[in-house]
C-alpha cells in the first residue's frame, strides 16, 4: 500500500519536471539551484555536462537559436528508493524559429533525482532523442 510520504514524493518529482519545462521555456536559468544539484550530469544529443554552469552552456546552446519553445512533458514513470528517485518522462517541444517556421521535436528524458535538505533535486538527466521535424510554416 502506498503510503503519505511517497505520494508527497510523487507529487513533489512530478512538479520537478513540470518545473524543468518552465526553466528551458521561459529561461528560468537563475532558478537552477531549485531544480538540480551542484554536481548534475546531464547527457544529450547536444553534449553532456556537468555541474549547473556547463548544464545552463548546454541549455542555451541547444535554445537560443530559437526565439520560444514550449516543451510538454507527459507519461511519467516514477520510481522511488528511500531517498533517490528515477522519473521517465516523453518530452513533446515546439522550437519556434525567427522565420515564421517551427519544429517539433520528441525525446525521452530519464531523470534521476535525490532527496536534499531543501527537497528533491535531479542529479542526473539522459535526454534521448526520437524525432524532430523539418521547419514547418506557421499559420499563426
Given at each position: 500500500?502506498?503510503?503519505?510520504?511517497e505520494?508527497?514524493?510523487r507529487?513533489?518529482?512530478?512538479?520537478?519536471v513540470?518545473r524543468?519545462?518552465?526553466w528551458?521555456d521561459?529561461l528560468?536559468?537563475?532558478?537552477s539551484?531549485q531544480l538540480?544539484?551542484?554536481?548534475?550530469?546531464?547527457t544529450?544529443?547536444?553534449?553532456?555536462a556537468t555541474?549547473?554552469?556547463?548544464?545552463?552552456q548546454?541549455?542555451?546552446?541547444?535554445?537560443d537559436t530559437?526565439?520560444?519553445?514550449?516543451h510538454?512533458?507527459?507519461?511519467?514513470?516514477?520510481a522511488?528508493?528511500?531517498?533517490?528517485?528515477?522519473?521517465?518522462a516523453?518530452d513533446?517541444?515546439?522550437l519556434?524559429?525567427?522565420d515564421?517556421?517551427?519544429?517539433i521535436?520528441?525525446?525521452?528524458?530519464?531523470y534521476?533525482?535525490?532527496r536534499?535538505?531543501e527537497?528533491?533535486?535531479?542529479d542526473?538527466?539522459?535526454?534521448?532523442p526520437q524525432s524532430?521535424?523539418a521547419p514547418?510554416e506557421?499559420?499563426?
Amino acid at each position: 500500500m502506498t503510503d503519505l510520504r511517497e505520494l508527497i514524493d510523487r507529487s513533489e518529482l512530478a512538479e520537478l519536471v513540470a518545473r524543468h519545462s518552465l526553466w528551458i521555456d521561459e529561461l528560468r536559468y537563475d532558478e537552477s539551484e531549485q531544480l538540480f544539484t551542484d554536481d548534475i550530469a546531464v547527457t544529450s544529443l547536444r553534449g553532456e555536462a556537468t555541474g549547473v554552469e556547463a548544464l545552463v552552456q548546454l541549455a542555451r546552446k541547444g535554445h537560443d537559436t530559437y526565439v520560444g519553445t514550449l516543451h510538454n512533458k507527459s507519461n511519467l514513470m516514477i520510481a522511488i528508493d528511500g531517498d533517490t528517485a528515477t522519473v521517465r518522462a516523453n518530452d513533446i517541444a515546439v522550437l519556434v524559429r525567427h522565420d515564421m517556421t517551427e519544429e517539433i521535436a520528441a525525446a525521452i528524458h530519464y531523470y534521476r533525482a535525490r532527496r536534499t535538505s531543501e527537497g528533491w533535486r535531479f542529479d542526473r538527466l539522459e535526454i534521448v532523442p526520437q524525432s524532430l521535424t523539418a521547419p514547418l510554416e506557421r499559420a499563426i
